[in-house]
């Protein structure tokens, strides 16, 4: 797919808390990116990880939107509470991004949303990122995660955050919809990705470092782009999740949480964020590849 966005068809063809189930763990902090050493997801993240159709299935329904103001001029918003995006209704020039009205940091939150069928072209990106993230670009690019004030995976299956770029997951097929979950850990600092009910691993850490307020941010390049917001809900902080950070501030790998010799319900609950998968592949010159 070359630069310019044009309109394709689709191809033929003393632990005495109840231990509910909760998040696992990634680092990103202000100003570094991700590196291959500490951005640690499976290869093969949708065959090996668990499918989860709601995360936060125990917390409440939380009736976040899009920002009208936060937005590029590219993006029109419509449908229920304005909950649907479309990006470049009529062509595309450029990258449009949008911000959601939701701050982050300090909780826990899922949102899920639904894309149409138009999956094609530079980028197109989900994830989150500050006040100061660019939310347009006269150029095709990957806009989320550029600098330091974003986090965000493409379309392509790459993550990127200060303008490192890191292969996460397959690519997603080309003019077939889709429906992607992100689940923000404020309180172990994480960012987790969701493809079609299938959890694909932490793609990001260090979250609950950064100081300025964080936010739900979506971006495409191709032309008549949509998205919706179809769910979100939000966790209570409560005593249960703060013990758990304290404990595994203790306790880096599975091999030490088994030699606890703890109940199975806490082991389990206990072991959701850790991650001790492979390093992630970074991508050098990602911008003159084609594939991959």
Known sequence: MSDVEIEQQPDPAHLAVVMTPRRRRHSGRRGIGPTAQDAKVSKTPTSASPSRSCPLAHGTKDNWTWSNRNRSNEVVLSGPNFRTVHFHPNWSKGTAGVQGKRPLNNGRYYWELHVSQRVFGTSIMFGIGTRSARL?????????????????LSHKGVLWHNGVALLYTKRFRENHSTQIGV??????????YYKDGKCLGVAFRGLDKIEEPLYPIVCSTAAKTEMTLKSARREFVNLQDRCRAVIMRRVRSSSQLEKLKLPLPIRAYLSEVID?????????????LCDF
């Open 183 to 192: 689940l923000f850990d404020g309180i172990e600092g994480t960012l987790t």
């Open 136 to 152: 347009h670009a006269n150029a095709f690019r990957n806009m989320l995660g550029e600098n330091e004030h974003g986090w965000g």
């Open 276 to 288: 001790d998968k492979e390093p992630l592949r970074q991508v050098d010159n990602y911008d003159i």
